[in-house]
T-cell receptor, first 113, second 112 residues
Framework: GESVGLHLPTLSVQEGDNSIINCAYS??????FIWYKQESGKGPQFIID?????DKRQGQRVTVLLNKTVKHLSLQIAATQPGDSAVYFC????????????FGSGTRLQVQP | DSGVTQTPKHLITATGQRVTLRCSPR?????VYWYQQSLDQGLQFLIQ???????AKGNILERFSAQQFPDLHSELNLSSLELGDSALYFC???????????FGPGTRLTVT
């Protein structure tokens, strides 16, 4: 069944197009940001992370951009595939004190064939 | 497969009851985190254990408690259940406190 069922913003893209998923965060003291992918019926899966002293990091088909001035994080997925359909969450944490993740509200990505 | 296991996968129970959710971390991971994912709250951190000791608390209700055993598996106990406790409960583990967290498949709790 649906893993989330949340009333989430939805991004619908055509297969092969690039996707950009955005996230605004509130804690300017966060040291570390992570993007997670959650497929239906599964737990969140790590995609890519970025430290707060960086503004860009690239992985395989994914790029994360961090703009600390406006507290904005984005995940770019190149050549989106049907298997990319999922809910995407950004998360943040600090290196000191509580190390648990604080998650954003998520975006549902739907890839149209 | 993250290597984190959770049981049971689904649980249906009545209001007022008590349940126990179980989590086995990845081999070698000492830290266990519990998260709740509900329709109106998203993913919320509940509590963290590291090598058997509580390390951090989040939005965990007093009716909920957890522990981590010497073999590093963890249990989340939910008591006096209410309809609003219906949610997905995820366990995550990491090698050390603060390390990358790997999530289990979750336990779906339905309180009727």
């Amino acid at each position: 069944g649906e893993s989330v069922g949340l009333h989430l913003p939805t991004l619908s893209v055509q297969e092969g197009d690039n996707s950009i998923i955005n996230c605004a965060y509130s804690n300017s003291a966060s040291d570390y940001f992570i993007w997670y992918k959650q497929e239906s019926g599964k737990g969140p899966q790590f995609i890519i992370d970025i430290r707060s002293n960086m503004d860009k990091r690239q992985g395989q088909r994914v790029t994360v951009l961090l703009n600390k001035t406006v507290k904005h994080l984005s995940l770019q997925i190149a050549a989106t595939q049907p298997g990319d359909s999922a809910v995407y969450f950004c998360a943040e944490k600090r290196y000191t004190g509580r190390r648990a993740l604080t998650f954003g509200s998520g975006t549902r990505l739907q890839v149209q064939p | 497969d993250s290597g984190v296991t959770q049981t049971p996968k689904h649980l249906i129970t009545a209001t007022g009851q008590r349940v126990t959710l179980r989590c086995s971390p990845r081999s070698g991971d000492l830290s266990v985190y519990w998260y709740q994912q509900s329709l109106d709250q998203g993913l919320q951190f509940l509590i963290q254990y590291y090598n058997g000791e509580e390390r951090a608390k989040g939005n965990i209700l007093e009716r909920f408690s957890a522990q981590q055993f010497p073999d590093l598996h963890s249990e989340l106990n939910l008591s006096s259940l209410e309809l609003g406790d219906s949610a997905l409960y995820f366990c995550a583990s990491s090698v050390a406190t603060g390390g990358e967290q790997y999530f289990g498949p979750g336990t779906r709790l339905t309180v009727t």
